[in-house]
């Protein structure tokens, strides 16, 4: 079976500092890996994948995360979050030995203060 | 916009009663999930559809809910005797470009009940 934890379920952080939400996932297979963010009352938006190939990935809006197999981690970051970055985050994994089916972390709440 | 559909956005229930929800995927694609997210906790899968068959579900899926997928277009999950335990986000999702063979999916904007 697969499982995602994160560590930390509320990240405060000022505008403009630098942000980092971590990802731990279990699994005894190769994996696909996948960072969601969360608005108020909004459905799930893809940030960014890792599917295969370089560790280090980027996404929408100034994101990226690094796969990392040996600490069987996939932290995201951002090296100056804005306000408009408040959100809950979730961390994601799959494989297709489970049939590719999404397994979710609990999230992180990103509140970026000014 | 991820061109998933869900219908309604909010649902306002009294115990025992029953409710649908309804969800329009992207055309192109023939697998549809869903899956529920309460407060405070991530997305659980619930079940799939491949075309009109539903190729698995959950166990959270209790014989309370039926799931369909007629002609395999769009997708309606109902609750029977709904309890505040259901109070919940409903998501419906279709795979991405790689989605079959990496489990990549893009979401609707969900369907929240809240069971009195």
């Known amino acids: 079976a697969q499982s995602v934890t994160q560590l930390d379920s509320q990240v405060p952080v000022f505008e403009e500092a630098p942000v980092e939400l971590r990802c731990n996932y279990s699994?005894?297979?190769?994996?696909?890996l996948f960072w969601y963010v969360q608005y108020p009352n909004q459905g799930l938006q893809l940030l960014l994948k890792?599917?295969?190939?370089?560790?280090l990935v980027k996404g929408i809006n100034g994101f990226e995360a690094e796969f990392n197999k040996s600490q069987t981690s996939f932290h995201l970051r951002k090296p100056s979050v804005h306000i408009s970055d408040t959100a809950e985050y979730f961390c994601?994994?799959?494989?297709?030995?489970?049939?590719?089916?999404?397994?979710f972390g609990a999230g992180t709440i990103l509140r970026v203060k000014s | 916009d991820t061109g998933v559909s869900q219908d309604p956005r909010h649902k306002i229930t009294k115990r025992g009663q029953n409710v649908t929800f309804r969800c329009d995927p992207i055309s192109e694609h023939n697998r549809l999930y869903w899956y529920r997210q309460t407060l405070g906790q991530g997305p659980e899968f619930l079940t799939y559809?491949?075309?009109?068959?539903?190729?698995?579900k959950s166990r959270l899926l209790s014989n309370r809910f039926s799931a369909e997928r007629p002609k395999g277009s769009f997708s309606t999950l109902e609750i029977q005797r709904t309890e505040q335990g259901d109070s919940a986000m409903y998501l419906c999702a279709s795979p991405g470009t790689s989605g079959i063979n990496t489990g990549e999916l893009f979401f609707g904007e969900g369907s929240r009940l809240t069971v009195l």
């Open positions: 559809f491949q075309n009109e068959a539903q190729l698995e």
């Open positions: 890792y599917l295969s190939g370089s560790t």
């Open positions: 699994s005894s297979v190769s994996v696909y």
């Open positions: 994601a994994v799959s494989a297709s030995e489970y049939g590719n089916k999404l397994v």
